[in-house]
């Protein structure tokens, strides 16, 4: 073979050759690339696959709640009944994950409640302008007369809306805001307050129940003599039939409207946490779903 055939060889020889490292390396980055990205998709459906099973577990927190509020007599809510006893404390681990009601582990600042009677509080749809300007002594009659105005054109659809309308600190919003679940204000219910759930506060705010009155209420029924009820409040105040019709008209012992706070945690890594918070109306037929609310931790 000559010196000129030997060269053409060798050149081809040497093409090949670089065509097939270049095909490696080509290779070499597709597999690397499709390793990288098949390794993503499966974090991914890991990470999804544990906020669905966190989702499931916040709701089976809802269902236990609506199971203990199912438990108890309609007819006179109190804080002895099972929703009120069990509401803050449960915790279930199971194989998959774990849900529970209130604040999940871990939570930073003051506990919340698990479940909450909705009717404890001043409904600021419904009470009369008197009764909001005494649990609230920075409202004017000015911004009560707006409050007013405004609620009979457009209910209030959530208490923060209503501290945003009322002005900067008229409301202190770590007492009445919806981050405190266990505030003072709502927009749920028939504006009548449970006595037998209600703090002092706002018992306090429906004319005719004096400061001592209400703390008194709430010591009785927390003590060895029971829950109350409308019975004992009349008995409390010794006020004549009159006086006492004015009071009934926002007070009673039934609760129709909760709040409940559940969370679900998955067992796999990483760990999903999610939240539901979700507004509850009992009814002689059963629980209604009022409002829906959702979102990871």
């Known amino acids: 073979m000559s010196g000129r055939a ?33 390794r993503a998709h499966s974090r991914m459906i890991r990470h999804e696959h544990n906020s669905l099973v966190s989702h499931y577990m916040a709701r089976s927190g809802l269902e236990t709640a609506m199971m203990l509020l199912g438990r108890d007599d309609p007819s006179s809510v109190t ?33 919340e409640p698990g479940i909450v009677d909705e009717e404890r509080k001043l409904n ?51 007492e009445m ?25 706002v018992l306090e705010s429906v004319e005719g129940i004096s400061r001592e009155d209400a703390q008194l209420m709430v010591e009785r029924r927390a003590g060895a003599e029971g829950a109350g009820g409308l019975e004992v409040l ?3 105040l010794e006020v004549d039939g009159e006086a006492w019709a004015r009071i009934e008209e926002w007070v009673g012992e039934r609760s129709s409207y909760f709040t409940v706070r559940s969370w679900g945690a998955s067992a796999s890594r990483p760990v999903a946490y999610e939240k539901l918070q979700v507004v509850l109306r009992r009814t002689d037929e059963g629980l209604a779903v009022i409002d829906w609310r959702e979102g990871g931790l």
């Open 124 to 174: 600021v749809n419904v009470v009369s302008p008197a009764m909001l300007g005494a649990l609230m002594p920075g409202l004017d009659e000015e911004t009560l007369g707006r409050i007013v105005s405004r609620r009979d054109e457009r209910p209030f659809a959530t208490v923060r809306e209503f501290v945003e309308f009322a002005g900067p600190g008229v409301v202190p919003a770590e």
């Open 6 to 38: 030997r060269r053409a060889q060798n050149g081809r020889s040497g093409q090949a050759m670089v065509m097939a490292l270049l095909a490696i390396a080509f290779l070499t980055v597709v597999i690397g690339s499709a390793t990288v990205m098949l």
């Open 177 to 201: 805001g919806e981050v405190r679940p266990d505030g003072l204000l709502t927009v749920h219910g028939r504006g009548r307050i449970n006595v037998n759930t209600a703090p002092a506060a």
């Open 79 to 111: 804080l002895a009944d099972a929703w009120s006893v069990a509401g803050d404390i449960l915790e279930q681990e199971l194989q998959t994950g774990t849900f529970g009601l209130g604040s999940p582990p871990g939570t930073e600042g003051e506990p």
């Open 234 to 236: 009349r008995d409390l």
